[in-house]
Every structure is written in C-alpha cells, then in structure tokens.
C-alpha cells in the first residue's frame, strides 16, 4: 500500500533540544515537502526538495533543516533556535514541483517543554 | 507576496443545505488550483484541481469548483452538503510561472454541518 509515513504521531521535547521528525514515502515521488500547521494559519512551507541532493527554503525555514540523501526520505530538524517550534507538522509528496497532487502523511505533533 | 484568502474560517450548515467556500489568491500568472479536506482524524487528501481547460471541475464526493480567472478565485461548492462533509476545507495555489514552484494554502474553512 503506497502512501507517506511519518514518525512519531506525537512528540515531546525539552526546550533547548533538538529534534528530528522522520518522513518516508514509497510512492517514487521526485518531490517532498514539509509543513507547519497552526490553527487559523493554514499550512505554511518551511522546506521543499524537487530531487535527491537537493531542497530549497519555504516561508518559514528559519530554525528548521532538511536533508535529502535518499529519494524516500526527507526528514525534518527542529533546532533550538526555532522560537517557536510547537507545532503539527506535516510532510508531503508529489510527482513533480508542477501540475501535481500532493499526497500528505499523518503528521506529527511535536510539543516542546 | 502571492497569496491565498478563504474568507470563511467557520462555517455551519444543516444537512442538505447548499455549500459554497470561497477562495480568492493574488497572482497574475498562470495556476494550479487545488482543494484539499482534513476529516477529523485523518490525512489532508485532494478534493479536486484544476490544470486548464473546462473551468468547471468536478471532484469526489459531489464537490465542484469553478475557476473565474477575471476574479482570481476558485470557490468550492456542493448542492446538498451531508453531515459526513464535516472537515477543513483548504485552497491552494501553484503559481505556474513564477519560479517558485511553491503551493500556497489558505488558512482554512471549518464546516460543521448538523444532522
């Protein structure tokens, strides 16, 4: 069964502490795509990537990372110096960067302490 | 700075009564349009989308969209909307031309339709 899983559903930190939220998708997507859901302000970008080695900022990428080793996988860092890092994040896929669907995971929601 | 407007942040229906969302970006190019639903407790999935051509699209569910590039909007609507159409309803743009390759969601609908 295709689709994209993220991992944990729900996670918690300390402040001050980095975290890395897992995405992986066996749908051979070229695309990913990770964003932040907070309520009233829709779904906001905070990291893109069209092919493997490659990702670009979204409009909040200040005190996130990426990477982008395998095709499958584009997981996701909270660093410390995210003000605000309590979220739901969700991870997205699609054929191409154009005239394409995205498919979305679960999510995760992450709570900092 | 491209943009997506859902100026409806709540809305409640009884069943059977008619639905319409509207959704509004600020772009002059060329776009995909998409709507999105979140039903409670599961994954954010397609609801419809719109490429070119026929204006008028249909979607799953009884959903349709009408694009109206003059107004630059792309509201969604169903005739006769059913107590399971409860969820979050999101429009979102992929502005074609300008590089960005980004998609721009709006901030959302909640409809609450009432048995």
């Known amino acids: 069964d295709g689709g994209i899983t993220q991992s944990p559903k729900y996670l918690f930190r300390k402040e001050g502490q980095n975290v890395t939220l897992s995405c992986e998708q066996n749908?051979?997507?070229?695309?990913m795509y990770w964003y932040r859901q907070d309520p009233g302000q829709g779904l906001r970008l905070i990291y893109y990537s069209q092919i493997v080695n490659d990702f670009q900022k979204g409009d909040i990428a200040e005190g996130y990372s990426v990477s982008r080793e395998k095709k499958e996988s584009f997981p996701l860092t909270v660093t410390s110096a995210q003000k605000n890092p309590t979220a739901f994040y969700l991870c997205?896929?699609?054929?191409?960067?154009?005239?394409?669907?995205?498919?979305f995971g679960p999510g995760t929601r992450l709570t900092v302490l | 700075a491209q943009s997506v407007s859902q100026h409806n942040h709540h809305v409640i229906l009884s069943e059977a009564a008619s639905l319409e969302l509207g959704c509004n970006y600020s772009?002059?190019?060329?776009?995909?349009l998409f709507w999105y639903v979140q039903y409670p407790g599961q994954h954010l999935q397609l609801l419809l989308k719109y490429f070119s051509g026929d204006p008028l699209v249909k979607g799953i569910k009884g959903f349709e969209a009408e694009f109206i590039k003059s107004k630059f909007s792309f509201n969604l609507r169903k005739p006769s909307v059913q107590w399971s159409d409860t969820a979050e309803y999101f429009c979102a743009v992929n502005p074609v031309t300008s590089g960005t390759y980004k998609y721009i969601f709006g901030t959302g609908t909640r409809l609450k339709v009432l048995a």
């Open positions: 997205a896929s699609s054929e191409g960067l154009l005239y394409n669907e995205q498919f």
């Open positions: 749908l051979n997507h070229d695309a």
């Open positions: 772009y002059g190019g060329t776009v995909n």
